[in-house]
């Protein structure tokens, strides 16, 4: 695929996002045009919303509205505005947190608190009026625990309430599979992928993120090589249209809307990164001595960056530690 600048890209992005008519029948919805977050029709019930800082998505239709990641506590009315705007009067019925970092689960207490779980039968009565009239949170166990960890601590209200601890979880919402994947060891260690499997559409969270080298949260049990192992799986799942243009969709945590040629595009890039430093420090190379040798300068003009959030020298250290533990190096052959 034809690489595109930063501005391009978004472009190509969104025009591809608007080119699929709604699930509904209805023409697609290219965003207000007014506040922070914008939306575009990605396929299917699929929407891709994008802040200033993160991207979400919701799934509207028959059952309501599913929503991914809700972007940071600020953001939390706009992006609630954007979500009824797009789905009218349809209630908001869960949330999928893909990892838990702020600003992908700061607005979960005022989307939480504005759905509307389903509940009937006897269960009604004993979980009585608050719980019901919120919405589900779904997350894996590593979310709950490490949000718990947080200074200051979240509201209760914008906790996981429905977690797990195993490879996946899947269930049936809007007329298709949803399916909920575990990624080990990734950008954080409770990172998860949400396969919308009749829409044809991955919310890939921060495992794909394709305006910087990858996050890599060491201290939040994170690594190179779970990045790649997770880029894997999500082309493993991604099937593409005639001429590589299209099919299955990706949005990433950060950036423009992906397609399988660009995920592959970002794979290849951190394999090599990564079997680059692991040669580096099989032959004893120091992070000092990785740093001056620049085995990164062939991509930094693409994902690289001298400063901001997520700089280069930050990449190159987050990757270094994380492939030079005895965990890593049992796995390297992966």
Not at 246 to 253: H, N
Request: proline fraction near 5%; hydrophobic fraction near 40%.
């Amino acid at each position: 695929m034809r690489r595109l600048t930063t501005a391009g890209a978004l472009v190509f992005g969104c025009a591809a996002a608007l080119s699929v008519p709604a699930a509904t029948g209805q023409a697609p919805v290219s965003g207000s045009g007014e506040g922070p977050i914008r939306s575009f029709h990605v396929q299917g019930t699929v929407w891709m919303l994008v802040g200033p800082e993160s991207n979400a998505a919701v799934s509207i239709g028959d059952d309501g509205v599913l929503v991914v990641d809700t972007m940071t506590e600020p953001l939390a009315g706009a992006l609630l505005a954007e979500i009824r705007r797009l789905a009218g009067s349809k209630p908001i019925r869960n949330i999928v947190n893909t990892h838990f970092h702020p600003d992908h689960t700061g607005g979960n207490a005022a989307i939480t608190e504005a759905g509307e779980s389903i509940v009937a039968g006897n269960f009604a009565a004993q979980v009585g009026q608050d719980a019901s009239g919120q919405a589900t949170v779904y997350a894996h166990e590593n979310v709950l625990v490490r949000m718990g960890k947080l200074e200051p601590p979240p509201p209760f209200v914008a906790l996981p309430t429905n977690t797990f601890f195993t490879e996946s979880k899947d269930f049936f919402f809007n007329g298709e599979p949803v399916q909920l994947l575990h990624q080990t060891a990734g950008h954080t260690d409770g990172d998860v992928i949400v396969f919308f499997r009749r829409s044809d559409v991955i919310v890939a969270g921060d495992v794909y993120n394709s305006v910087t080298f990858p996050v890599v949260r060491t201290g939040e049990g994170g690594g190179l090589r779970g990045v790649v192992d997770a880029l894997n799986r999500i082309i493993e799942i991604t099937v593409p249209k005639e001429k590589q243009e299209g099919g299955t969709y990706v949005i990433p945590g950060h950036g423009r809307l992906a397609d399988e040629a660009d995920v592959v595009e970002y794979r290849d890039m951190n394999t090599i990164v990564r079997d680059r430093l692991q040669d580096a420090i099989d032959k004893g190379m120091t992070l000092a001595q990785v740093r001056a040798a620049r085995l990164v300068r062939d991509y930094e003009g693409r994902y690289g960056a001298a400063s901001g959030a997520w700089t280069t020298d930050q990449f190159v250290a987050a990757a270094y530690e994380s492939l030079s533990t005895p965990a890593a190096r049992a796995g390297q052959n992966r």
